[in-house]
């Protein structure tokens, strides 16, 4: 016989399982339709973001060859001749040390001596009418007339006595230009283009028989619906069709000459990095296999999240977001002794003179410029290098895998440029500079302690030079 209440009791219980399940059905089916706009979404979102990453890095550099083109035209307007003898084997030397395939010194009538002893007029370009006015200029290809080649020509004033005297150019290979990106960030698949705002295509990597365009190719004739907003510079993200399948193409102006910064990859290859949806789905059918289960397994992922951020709490330094001491020698070690594949760059970094700025203006404006220089630190180097805090003002980087020290030093200047630009609030008449000392692994040592001594020593030079720079180790004892 049974008991009084127990067959309502089940049919309570098997009607809310029923109504719990309908709700999780309808709940999955929302979620994943949610997921699929959101892929979408969050797919172009990402390579947008990377191409204008691309586009600012690439503007940096050549900001840096303009600096770099400007040092020598100094040097060349104090001289007593911009024609000498003298001045014309200083290009040829720096041709055979930089990325310039021929230099030229043009005077203000447009005639071109280049540093082999050839000249010819150059009047009538359009880089050497913008840089005689006073600015810098950065020329759409141009076919050479000496090796057949196309080149940019980056040209930069002469100024003698307050006036412009001449121009400073430098070309080189439009092929060199893509080298100048960050590395692809979906393997290999995607590909960069550089374009002009009329079409024409500057530079490109990969192979040209794959992507069927190449150098001087029409652009439009490829890609046709981008002409309107290559017109307007604006920049865009749009879906395309061809025989290899679905891609996304993405364009940003690179406030450089009206020049474009594209981007192409398969729309598969950008969905791979959403393969997390397939964690969810598992959790989802566990939650309709066993709700208990499913709980439990989130609980305790729950307090592993929470141990994790407790552990990076306990790891982080609060004021600039740096690793702390005790944690900056361990993680570098570890990854030294188990990851480390290739080179490494080890940065010790100290902030000039960072006493008078404590005492002068107390601590408040100290601890501000400290936060700010975590800031440029977290924003200049890449997510996964090791950033540390190991004194008072005293910082370490580990960059980790570096294609080569040439990107290290890079790296090194834009962070020394923009800490120098660092504005503490109430503070006049310090302005804010660093010394960093490099060293390099496997080069200079294995473990973290070696490399700390060898980038003190380098870090002792760059303060014995009067600071505010950087020092390379070189193996030298500078004692």
């Not at 050549?62 to 040097?75: R, V």
């Not at 981008?226 to 069709?241: A, L, N, W």
């Not at 692994?441 to 294995?446: E, L």
Request: glycine fraction near 10%.
């Amino acid at each position: 016989m049974k008991k009084k209440g127990q067959e309502p009791g089940i049919k309570k219980y098997v009607t809310a399982c029923v109504l719990f399940l309908i709700f999780m059905i309808f709940s999955i089916c929302y979620f994943f339709y949610c997921v699929q706009v959101n892929v979408v979404d969050s797919a172009e979102d990402t390579i947008v973001e990377h191409v204008k990453r691309q586009g600012v890095h690439f503007k940096e550099i050549i900001d840096l060859q303009h600096d770099y083109l400007e040092g020598i035209a100094a040097y060349i307007g104090a001289s007593p001749e911009m024609l000498s003898e003298e001045n014309l084997r200083l290009l040829e030397s720096l041709c055979e040390k930089n990325n310039f395939v021929n230099m030229a010194i043009i005077d203000r009538n447009g005639w071109a001596t280049y540093e082999n002893g050839t000249a010819k007029d150059v009047s009538f370009r359009k880089y050497f009418r913008e840089a005689v006015e006073g600015g810098r200029s950065l020329s759409d290809p141009i076919a050479s007339s000496v090796d057949g080649e196309r080149h940019v020509i980056l040209a930069v004033p002469i100024v003698r006595d307050g006036e412009t005297a001449g121009v400073l150019a430098g070309s080189c290979d439009v092929g060199i230009l893509n080298d100048l990106l960050f590395e692809d960030i979906y393997g290999g698949t995607g590909y960069n283009l550089i374009v002009t705002r009329e079409g024409a295509v500057v530079s490109y990597d990969g192979d040209e028989e794959e992507h069927q365009i190449r150098s001087g190719d029409d652009f439009f004739e490829h890609y046709g619906q981008t002409e309107e907003y290559f017109s307007s510079q604006t920049g865009g993200c749009m879906r395309i069709k061809s025989g290899q399948g679905a891609s996304y193409l993405v364009w940003e102006p690179m406030e450089l000459g009206g020049w474009m910064l594209c981007y192409l990859v398969p729309m598969e290859k950008v969905q791979e990095d959403y393969g997390f949806i397939r964690y969810y789905e598992l959790i989802l059918a566990g939650v309709l296999l066993g709700g208990l289960g499913a709980l439990l397994v989130y609980l305790w992922k729950e307090k592993r999240i929470e141990q994790k951020e407790l552990m990076e709490y306990a790891q982080t330094d609060a004021l600039t977001g740096a690793v702390n001491k005790d944690s900056t020698e361990k993680k570098i070690n570890q990854w030294l002794h188990d990851s480390a594949r290739g080179i490494q760059a080890f940065l010790m970094l100290d902030v000039d003179n960072f006493k008078s700025v404590n005492d002068v203006h107390g601590h408040a404006a100290g601890d501000d410029a400290l936060r700010q220089i975590g800031r440029v630190l977290a924003q200049e180097f890449r997510g996964d290098d090791i950033i540390g805090r190991i004194g008072g003002d005293e910082f370490v980087v580990l960059m980790k895998d570096i294609t080569g020290r040439e990107s290290a030093v890079a790296r090194v200047e834009n962070m020394c440029q923009r800490i120098r630009e660092i504005s503490v609030k109430g503070v006049s008449g310090h302005p804010l500079s660093c010394s960093v000392g490099v060293a390099y692994s496997p080069d200079h040592g294995k473990t973290y302690q070696e490399l700390y001594l060898c980038a003190d020593k380098a870090l002792y030079e760059t303060k014995e030079r009067g600071r505010n720079g950087y020092t390379i180790y070189s193996g030298d004892d500078p004692s």
